[in-house]
């Protein structure tokens, strides 16, 4: 097995219509030049805010995050806090709710979470210039590192916990992590949109039909795995490191999965070196939650999934001016030469044996 990396958010349609000469950058037309968040504006941010009783500084910090925007906002007189304004047309509100609901059930089972705060009518999902949006308290913290042992064995024994709480009841409104969903729907989109350049188009289609098989037979023989509420995008990104352990935060992309979704994510290096991580993360997470073994079977074909998905994500919100801005690698030849190459290298994957569980 090679070496792996831990891990690989109505817009208009974009294509790919030509190169300049002696470049290898492609041109993405956007059908329409104006976008939602062109009116999310300093402003109406503030102005959002201040609906919560609370009163800004002014002071506004942009946070990481392209599929919706997120901003750290000065309070007087109190901590900071984050505004997280969801995209428009991307979620309906039962999905959202239910988002903000499985954080506050984890925060109050003292499993840390970043749970939205509540408005003063009660709500925790609220409207303002247009726009949906949420308020979450400050979560300070660090990146995780996860060079020692017993960090693997505390971050397991929390997923542990939440996986517990995630299967005492099921979403309803949330995605469903499947194969159609996240797989061929996103090789669809970008063969009917034209997204791959034209001389490779044949390499890339013909290699992405090649992964389904395997990627399917790997869901049918774990078939008895539970599928419960999970975070869903689990990765290093998306955890802060305090004096007390891991907090998760942006549960924006919370699904019904197999367990191993949450963990896959947490892996990389030569196999041997994710086999121990891999141990060290079961050791804590099997105090509170029952692992199946069969489940790490599901880890290339979901690495797959989130490979496929993650190109298609791309490819819907170019015409986003935040896309091309922090992404301008996708608009290249040389990009889409890289993704043939690592789809089958992915090929080679899924036909090796799963990880072993060194329990």
């Not at 428009?88 to 939205?116: C, K, M, N, T, Y």
């Not at 995630?166 to 159609?180: K, V, W, Y």
């Amino acid at each position: 097995m090679a070496k792996r990396n831990s891990s690989s958010d109505t817009p208009a349609r974009p294509s790919l219509v030509g190169r300049s000469p002696g470049d290898d950058t492609l041109s993405v037309v956007a059908t329409s030049p104006a976008h939602p968040y062109d009116a999310l504006t300093p402003e109406v941010i503030l102005e959002a805010v201040e609906t919560y009783g609370l009163r800004c500084t002014g002071g506004l910090l942009a946070l990481n995050s392209y599929e919706n925007r997120v901003y750290r906002v000065d309070i007087e007189d109190g901590a900071p806090c984050v505004a997280k304004f969801y995209r428009p047309g991307r979620w309906d509100e039962a999905a959202i709710l239910e988002e903000h609901a499985f954080a506050q059930q984890l925060a109050e089972h003292e499993i840390p979470a970043v749970a939205p705060l509540a408005h003063r009518d009660g709500a925790t999902l609220n409207h303002h210039g247009g726009f949906r949006f949420a308020l979450f308290p400050w979560q300070p913290g660090r990146a995780p590192e996860l060079n020692s042992r017993e960090d693997r064995a505390l971050l397991g024994r929390y997923l542990g916990r939440l996986h517990r709480l995630g299967a005492a009841e099921p979403f309803r409104h949330r995605a469903r992590l499947g194969i159609e969903e996240f797989g061929r729907r996103s090789v669809r989109y970008l063969k009917e949109h034209d997204i791959v350049p034209e001389e490779l188009r044949t390499s890339f289609f013909t290699i992405t039909e090649y992964l389904f098989p395997p990627v399917e037979a790997a869901f049918r023989a774990a078939d008895d795995a539970a599928w419960i509420r999970l975070h869903g995008d689990c990765h290093l990104g998306n955890i802060l490191w305090t004096g007390t352990g891991p907090h998760l935060v942006d549960f924006d992309d919370c699904l019904t999965g197999p367990a191993v979704q949450d963990l896959w994510m947490l892996l990389s290096g030569e196999r041997e070196e994710m086999e121990l991580q891999l141990a060290d993360v079961l050791s804590g997470y099997t105090e509170f939650m029952e692992f199946n073994a069969a489940e790490l079977r599901l880890i290339e074909p979901l690495r797959t999934l989130r490979m496929l998905r993650y190109m298609a994500w791309l490819a819907e919100r170019w015409d986003d001016p935040a896309f091309p801005r922090n992404f301008p690698w996708f608009n290249t030849r040389r990009y889409w030469e890289e993704q043939v190459l690592a789809l089958k290298q992915q090929a080679a994957a899924l036909d090796e044996p799963p990880l072993a569980w060194m329990a």
